[in-house]
Structures are given as C-alpha cells and as structure tokens.
Antibody, heavy 121, light 107 residues
C-alpha cells in the first residue's frame, strides 16, 4: 500500500538547522507531488511547500522561502526537508503528504506519521 | 493568501446526532476544498476532496457540500470513532491554507 515513513524526533538549539526525511513506497515515485505541512502542538495545520519529484522543482510558502530547502533522492525514493536558523516557534510536528497526480496543488493523501522537531536552548 | 474560517471551533455532541461543520473561504475557491479528520497523536486523514467526493474507505455517514466560499461537512449519525478534530483545506491557489479546525467532543 502507499506509505510515507518519516525520520524520528529531533531536538535542536535556536539558530541550528534540522533535516526531516520522508521515504515513499507503494507507488511510482515520480507520479505525485510531495507536500510538507507542520502543526504546532495543540494548534492547526500550516502548509510549508511542495516538491516535484521528477524535476526536483520546489515552491515554498513565502514566509519560509529564505529558510526552507526541499530535495528528493530518486535512488531511495526519499524526500528531505531542511529548515535553517531555527526559532523557538518552529517547534512543531512536521508532516510530509502526497498530493494527487493531476495537479501541483490538490488534496493530501496519505500523510507520513509526523516528525516532532523541538527547538530548545 | 486565502483565509479559511471554520465554525464552530469546538462542539459537543452525542452518539447518533447529526453534526454540521462549516468552512468559509475569504474568496472563491470553486470546489477546490477538502476535509480531513485528525485523532489525537495521529496524522490527518483525508475524508472528502473536491468539496463532495468521499475518499475510498470513508463511511457514507460523512458528506460534503458547497462551492465558492461556503462549505459544509456533515456527519449524519455521529459514531464513537468520529470524535476528533476536523480541518478544511483549500487548493485553489498557493499558498495552500487550512481552516483553524473543529474539535468534536463527546457530550
């Protein structure tokens, strides 16, 4: 079945960078865009950006553009998110989620299990 | 950016009750509106896409409607496993945005 499996929890200091990985399986890697969404504990969902698997092209939400990098490794069917210059309010659960085949936008299904990133001094 | 506003932010209901959750967009999103359910400690799961299309495997007691700026998610007869948070999301334009969520609790 289609599955997205993410890397484990991270604890980082302010100003550091974090990388979260998302390994895709159960479908053709190049067929679907992958999106990244985060959720501050107890709060709502925020879209960070998306990556096009076959070209590696990306689009980020404007407020993250200078700190966010999204990449993919076709050889391992794995997507990576890097967030730089971490702040306390970046503490959140980070999810990867698969978009539909027909559009770079659309809905998300399925989602990875989430990766908790804690920013603490 | 398109702002998505859900109401209510929380509600209490009994098993068997009909529940309606609203989602309003700050500008038209046509039918590019999707609904998710999230249980504590879990990732969101897609319930409905394109305003009214039920995702495979989702019980038929869930339904969605609306177009333009006003949308509803209806649970026709609330079941114990439906107590969760529900989010709407628009994909009409980037950045993709979510509503603030509606928490459905046991009465």
């Amino acid at each position: 079945q289609v599955q997205l499996v993410q890397s484990g929890s991270e604890v980082k200091k302010p100003g550091a960078s974090v990388q979260v990985s998302c390994k895709a399986s159960g479908y053709r890697f190049t067929d679907n865009y992958i999106h990244w969404v985060r959720q501050v504990p107890g709060q709502g969902l925020e879209w960070l950006g998306r990556i096009t698997p076959h070209t590696g092209g990306t689009k980020s939400a404007q407020r993250f553009q200078d700190r966010l990098t999204m990449t993919r490794d076709s050889s391992t069917s794995t997507f990576h998110l890097e967030l730089k210059n971490l702040r306390f309010n970046d503490t959140a659960v980070y999810y990867c989620a698969r978009g539909p085949t027909t559009t770079s936008r659309g809905w998300f299904d399925p989602w990875g299990q989430g990766t908790l990133v804690t920013v603490s001094s | 950016d398109i702002q998505m506003t859900q109401s209510p932010s929380s509600l209490s209901a009994s098993v068997g009750e009909r529940v309606i959750i609203s989602c309003r967009a700050s500008q038209s999103v046509d039918t590019n509106l999707h609904w998710y359910q999230q249980k504590p400690g879990q990732a969101p799961q897609l319930l409905i896409y394109g305003s009214s299309t039920l995702q495979g495997g989702v019980p038929s007691r869930f339904s969605g409607s609306g177009s333009g700026t006003d949308f509803t998610l209806t649970i026709s007869s609330l079941q114990p496993e439906d107590f969760a948070a529900y989010y709407c999301q628009q994909s009409y334009s980037s950045p993709l945005t979510f509503g603030g969520g509606t928490k459905v609790e046991i009465k």
